[in-house]
Nanobody
C-alpha cells in the first residue's frame, strides 16, 4: 500500500557529508512517521532518526548533532542530511514508514549503501 525508495548513498571521506532521500508513494496519508534505519556488516538494523507528520524528530545518540532529518510534504520526501561522517557510519541505510495506530515500522525501502572511508 506504501512504497518507499531511497537514494543518495555512496562513498564519502571521513568528515564529509551525504544527503539521503526517501520518496514515498501509494497511500501516504496512512503514514504517521518516517524513520531512517541502518545496518552495518554483521549487525542488527537500528533506528537512526525519525520524524512524524507533525514535525517531531528523534535521533540515536550516535548521530545527534551530526545528522538532521527533515521532510518535504509537497514532494512526499523525507531526507537525512549526514554531516561529519565517520567510518562507523558505514552501513546500508533504510527508509521506513509507520502507519497510524502502530508503534512499529511496517513499510520498508530496499536500502542504500553508505560507505565512509579514506
Amino acid at each position: 500500500q506504501v512504497q518507499l525508495v531511497e537514494s543518495g548513498g555512496g562513498l564519502v571521506q571521513p568528515g564529509g557529508s551525504l544527503r539521503l532521500s526517501c520518496t514515498g508513494s501509494g497511500n501516504i496519508l496512512s503514514i504517521n512517521a518516517v524513520g531512517w534505519y541502518r545496518q552495518g556488516p554483521g549487525t542488527q538494523r537500528d533506528l537512526v532518526a525519525e520524524i512524524t507528520t507533525a514535525g517531531s524528530t528523534n535521533y540515536a545518540d550516535s548521530v545527534k548533532g551530526r545528522f538532521t532529518i527533515s521532510k518535504d510534504s509537497a514532494k512526499n520526501t523525507v531526507s537525512l542530511q549526514m554531516d561529519t561522517l565517520k567510518p562507523s557510519d558505514t552501513a546500508v541505510y533504510y527508509c521506513a514508514a509507520q502507519r497510524f495506530g502502530r508503534s512499529s515500522y511496517d513499510w520498508w525501502g530496499r536500502g542504500t549503501q553508505v560507505t565512509v572511508s579514506s
